[in-house]
């Protein structure tokens, strides 16, 4: 695009009632290693730059700055309905809605950020997954919510943004314990690695998302490896906290 903003979409969720997509790193004013499209404030970026760069993705995907709506994530599994009273600090790591204007987001830095869209019933989600949340079943428990206001599992449709993948996300024999006692020996859950074994996230969401009553032509579940790519996405395990965050976001046209 001439502004240099490139966003990954679904074709699960493309053409359809939902605005949605994935921006990669290009097209905003950050700098560093948090060049240039850096969406998230709580790494110490500039905040007048974040803004910035939050307002030219909005033009970008036609949809105003105020109408975005965001939270603290925590690893956990709390679910957000947009309109409900929010605390302080308001800490969800999954976002819904059922109304037109609102526009869910979802941060990550090598965490997968999940999309959710029912179009027969026009119930939108949003999530972040990380390790730890995505053994605590966040991304069943937005499903959950997502019915709460009329969606259908069989209908909701869902993408997984960039996020490490199975390549790249090596991790020490307690989180594979708890991925074990979880998902049990899920084919493709653990991979063999050079020096310790890594996890695919993917696989357990998908299986997630099954169980949750999501259909398996219902999710997008090939996202590419942030990690692995330093010029089109920012990456934690890569850049540490020097780096900046993705937002994937969905709502509803």
Request: charged content about 25%; hydrophobic content about 40%; overall charge negative.
């Amino acid at each position: 695009m001439a502004d240099g903003i490139r966003v990954l979409r679904s074709p699960l969720l493309d053409g359809g009632p939902f605005v949605h997509g994935f921006p990669e790193r290009t097209g905003g004013e950050s700098q560093g290693l948090r060049s240039s499209l850096n969406l998230g404030y709580r790494w110490g970026d500039d905040q007048e730059l974040v803004r910035r760069n939050r307002a030219r993705l909005a033009e970008h995907e036609g949809f105003a700055l105020d109408d975005l709506q965001v939270t603290k994530h925590v690893h956990g599994t709390n679910v957000w309905q947009v309109g409900e009273p929010l605390p302080e600090p308001p800490e969800f790591d999954g976002l819904v809605c059922d109304r037109t204007g609102p526009v869910l987001g979802a941060f990550a830095a090598d965490c997968v950020p999940i999309l959710f869209g029912d179009p027969v019933a026009r119930v939108c989600g949003a999530a972040h997954a990380g390790w730890r949340g995505t053994v605590a079943g966040v991304a069943e428990r937005v499903v959950e919510r997502m019915v709460a206001l009329g969606a259908r599992p069989a209908d909701i449709r869902v993408a997984l943004g960039p996020s490490i993948g199975p390549c790249c996300f090596e991790v020490g024999p307690e989180v594979v314990a708890a991925f074990r006692e979880r998902f049990a020996e899920l084919p493709g859950l653990v991979v063999a690695g050079p020096t310790k074994e890594h996890i695919d996230l993917r696989v357990a969401l998908v299986a997630s998302l099954g169980a949750a009553g999501v259909t398996r032509d219902h999710v997008d579940a090939d996202p590419p490896c942030t990690r692995c790519n330093p010029d089109r996405f920012f990456s934690y395990r890569r850049d540490g906290f020097e780096g900046g965050v993705h937002m994937g976001f969905i709502g509803l046209r």
